[in-house]
């Protein structure tokens, strides 16, 4: 496919079918050049072995821009975004993604995050007793428990006090809109001047906590990545605040729209539904098949060819951009039989929808504990959970780095 032979990706209808559009390109050619919104031209990847492959080799292919060509030059970011997120572990490569990952992994382990489940559960549970309190039986799925659940999950984690929590959330939201895939305007009817003002506020605040943290460790994600130590060597203040913004933007929007996309392909397959409701243990296979059927993270990070090489015998020149379509490939047919079909029972689902390789999604155990209890205490606790509202215009989010609904309109 040349450029000149664009899919439709960002419109509200290209949102609702991006799987049939994925589908299109991927049995066309699974490796296509194609415009973004941005207007920059890059390579979409949307086979399975095609992303296996790009994802899992830093050598021919870099998170950093530095392999652009001559001429070529990455958009200029306010002074703030730069702080928060430029040169993260997100994006760059080995070894100096090895080193800050083993730093972050001395504290968020996985008996870390599995430790976090009883109080995970209480979280949810504190939120159902709620919507069960609430006049009426009828709620907003994504306002009112996909997004409060990871935000309180994530403030407990890191420390936030309960005071700037409120705060929290506003900021959180701002990381989440920085999607370069979307021309969305700001949210919440603020100016781009207001929105920077306020990323400017969470730089310093964070600032501020990090120092506190280092003073008076406390029992948070934060105190332990101040004091994770290998090989003799700490994490700067620079890169705790860049890893927090990460944790951030990559905890919340994931566990968010992993909640949301669940509920309504459940709601879509109410054989599943019903199969997930008579059989709970069926809840950590279930939230793979999902993940891998409709994730949260539909893009990877952009990558740079380093080289000219190629992917699938397409020729990629050496500083042109290559993006992993995850949504795409975990539906090709030829890694998986009926890739469309929803199975909670199904087996072999290695799938990408965290990504694969040095970059593979640091939170996705959090996620999976989130998700895990998430559904599982809603179907138990709400045991005729269903849709209020038709499923067939559902609300999808702008931009193509996070996939999920705006909002869901439940009753119980």
Known sequence: MTTSEQPDLMSPAARETAYDTYAALRDTNPVSRVRMPTGQDVWLVTGYDECTSFLTDYHRFKTSPTVMPEGMEAPALPEAVVRLLGGSMGSVDPPEHTRQRRLVQQAFTPQYVERLRPGVQQITDQLVDGLLEREGRTFDLVEDFAVPLPLTVMSDMLGIPRADRDRFRLWSELLLSLDPTSAQSAPQGMSPAE??????????????????KRAEPGDDLISGMALAEADGERMSDDELLKMVALLVVGGLGTTQHLIGNMVLALFRNPEQLQLLRDKPELAPGAVEEMLRYHGPIEISFPRFAAEDTEIGGVPISRGEMVIG???????????????DRLDIERTANRHLAFGRGAHMCLGAPL???EGQVAITTLLARMPDLRPAESLDETP???GLTLR?????TVEF
């Open 325 to 339: 379509v995850l949504a795409a490939a975990d539906r090709d047919p030829g890694r998986y039989p009926e890739p």
């Open 396 to 398: 999808w989010r702008p």
């Open 367 to 369: 996620a999976r504990v």
């Open 404 to 408: 999920g609904l705006t909002a869901l």
């Open 195 to 212: 929105v920077m003002a306020e990323i400017e506020e969470f730089v310093r605040y964070l600032d501020a906590l990090i120092q506190r």
